[in-house]
């Protein structure tokens, strides 16, 4: 069978199918055999797993995957590439492949239909040009995946791991760190993927958490405070929250409540930790105040 992560071959069956690289649609293909290894390993892939790839490319990621996996549906938006992947695959036949927009697809049925309700795990070199609403859509959704073990830009892989107080640290840390437990598998040059990208990758694994780690009485309120301290991050918490509640604030009000929470008015959001945030969220929530 082909070696997939050989650029020679890669090349060959590229032209062989007169398909060119499309840039637009991320199509950076992993040709280097220990990165790959290092995804399926993190992915813990056992053979009763059920296993979601976003972007099958030509299908190197997806034949590991299928080698180790009971089914494999991949979700691929180039038609282009079907028919190398007819060619790639057709000796896995626990793989189902999807063509479409992962973010234009309804998942919910997608997941229903090839999962039923069991949990399923969800592996990527993703297309950078979408990590960000990706990974939203699938924590957002509440859809019952394991882990989730995804190749991104190596700068969205701090922010997804940043503590409070580093510059990475954003929404994005939050709302990831709120839904799963992010880590850092390994760094990747551009060198592992043909065309290089411009930029250096991570591999990250995201492990969905059993329980949310902060107990809220209303998550939206959260989810709207997180948006509103990093919504306006030159400004200081007080001015920020003032700032966005509903029907123009009282900051008098506000600064009352941040304090009766322990948290200096003046700092800035990304200073904040996740209870913190909670610990004002569920503050609003008790005080009736509509944020
Ligand atoms: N899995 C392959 C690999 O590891 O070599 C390919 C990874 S490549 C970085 C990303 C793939 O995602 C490309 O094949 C691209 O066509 C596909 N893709 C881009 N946008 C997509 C979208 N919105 N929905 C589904 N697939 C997409």
Request: with cysteine; charged share 25%.
């Amino acid at each position: 069978m082909y070696n997939l992560v050989s650029p020679k071959v890669v090349k060959q069956l590229m032209m062989r199918h007169g398909v060119a690289f499309n840039k637009g649609l991320g199509q950076n293909f992993l040709i280097d055999r220990n990165i790959l290894e290092k995804i399926v390993e993190a992915a813990d892939i056992k053979t009763h797993d059920l296993v979601l790839e976003i972007g099958a490319g030509i299908g190197t990621l997806t034949r590991e995957l299928a080698g180790r996996a009971e089914l494999v549906v991949s979700v691929e938006i180039d038609k282009r590439l079907f028919p190398i992947l007819d060619e790639t695959l057709s000796d896995c036949p626990n793989v189902r492949l999807v063509h479409g927009d992962i973010l234009k697809l309804d998942i919910e049925n997608l997941i229903r239909e090839n999962f039923a309700n069991r949990p399923f795990k969800i592996v990527a070199n993703l297309p950078y040009y979408i990590t960000t609403p990706v990974l939203m859509t699938f924590l957002e959704k509440g859809l019952w995946f394991e882990v989730m073990v995804v190749m991104v830009q190596k700068e969205v892989a701090r922010r997804l791991t940043a503590s409070p107080g580093t510059e990475d640290y954003g929404l994005l840390s939050v709302a990831v760190q709120y839904y799963t437990c992010p880590t850092i598998v390994a760094t990747a040059s551009a060198k592992v993927f043909m065309p290089p990208p411009k930029v250096d990758s991570a591999i990250v694994m995201l492990k969905k958490r059993v329980a949310p780690p902060v107990k809220l009485k209303e998550p939206e309120v959260f989810f709207r405070v997180v948006r509103a301290a990093f919504g306006q991050r030159r400004k200081t918490l007080l001015n920020a929250l003032a700032a966005l509640e509903t029907g123009g604030g009282d900051k008098q009000r506000m600064e009352h409540i941040l304090r009766k929470c322990n948290i200096d008015p003046w700092i800035r959001g990304e200073l904040l930790s996740l209870q913190q945030f909670a610990d004002i969220a569920n503050a609003l929530v008790d005080c009736n105040i509509s944020f």
